[in-house]
């Protein structure tokens, strides 16, 4: 197994544990600390990852798969956790999650026709602010600028997940054509 899938695993491994401190506390004065460098340790590996296969022609089909998985996973596991913890409502990682799974289908339907769908750049840009407001929301820090901040990054999230979809939903809309 190469060093970017080793990542990827890295990254599905870390879910649960920054999921248990998320929802637990444990760690006391700390766990924000330990959340934070949980969280933006495993966000670092997608883009290390991708790095990494890419310079060293090391592109697996098991990272193909595994990798955005892995993204999926560890984003909307912390933005379910921030729902438990107050921070976001249910409706906003409804929204996301459905976009994922509008997604997901889209890829399989393109797969089952020969089509390999690659990811877009507004959807590089919708998971960089998904994590950067993750952080925010853990960090969750008193003040005035900091809570605006988090707003402002929950928007752009928001906005940003819609325009990939339908920028996706748009570019590949020859996808659907080929159910007919």
């Not at 599905?12 to 637990?24: D, Q, S, Y």
């Not at 005035?144 to 906005?159: E, H, M, P, R, Y």
Request: glycine fraction near 8%.
């Amino acid at each position: 197994m190469n060093t970017p899938n080793k990542l990827t695993i890295g990254r599905i491994i870390a879910v649960p544990v920054l999921v248990a401190f998320l929802l637990t506390g444990w760690g006391g004065s700390y766990n924000r600390i330990i959340c934070l460098i949980l969280f933006a340790g495993a966000s670092i590996t997608d883009w290390a990852d991708g790095y990494l296969a890419r310079k060293n022609h090391l592109v697996t089909n098991f990272g193909k798969f595994m990798d955005p998985l892995a993204d999926k996973l560890l984003v909307c596991s912390a933005m379910i956790c921030m729902i438990e913890l107050g921070r976001l409502p249910a409706w906003f990682v409804i929204v996301v999650i459905g976009r994922e799974f509008i997604i997901s289908g889209f890829r399989l339907i393109a797969v089952e026709n020969g089509v390999v769908i690659a990811a877009n750049y507004w959807g590089k840009f919708k998971t960089v602010s998904q994590m950067i407001m993750i952080i925010l929301l853990i960090l969750d820090l008193p003040g005035t600028f900091f809570g605006a901040l988090s707003q402002i990054f929950i928007w752009l999230s928001l906005i940003l997940t819609v325009v990939s979809l339908c920028t996706y939903i748009w570019q590949n809309r020859s996808v659907i054509s080929m159910q007919g």
